[in-house]
């Protein structure tokens, strides 16, 4: 199954430079790194992210992250992914740019 992370252009580029990432600001402060599953990825983007543009959406198989990965309850009570350890680039199946279209993020059909 595979779980998304949306990026700042900023965050994107320094983990494609670097090769790894403890992630935002967010994820620093949280001590792990956020994803959201494909249906909860809109809500994510509208959420926290409202209004901005330059978003890179990856996209990381889930299982492949192992024990690292904890789904913890947070917003409504929904499960949510977290990973407890550093996002590496070898991490990421794909990548795409997240536009801004009349105020809202338009995912890519691939993630259907």
């Known amino acids: ?17 670097h090769g790894e990432t403890a992630g935002a600001p967010v994820d620093l402060a949280d001590g792990f790194i956020h994803f959201s599953t494909a249906a909860q990825a809109p809500e994510t983007a509208a959420k926290h992210f ?21 789904w913890e309850v947070s917003r409504g009570g929904a499960l949510f992914p977290h990973l407890y350890r550093p996002l590496r680039r070898a991490d990421i199946l794909w990548q795409a740019d997240l ?6 993020h338009v995912f890519p059909d691939r993630m259907t």
């Open 1 to 17: 199954m595979a779980i998304y992370k949306i990026f700042r252009r900023a965050e994107w580029d320094d983990l494609a430079r």
């Open 99 to 104: 536009p801004l279209v009349d105020g809202r």
């Open 50 to 70: 409202a209004g901005a543009t330059g978003l890179v959406l990856a996209a990381v198989e889930a299982e492949a992250l192992g024990d690292a990965l904890k």
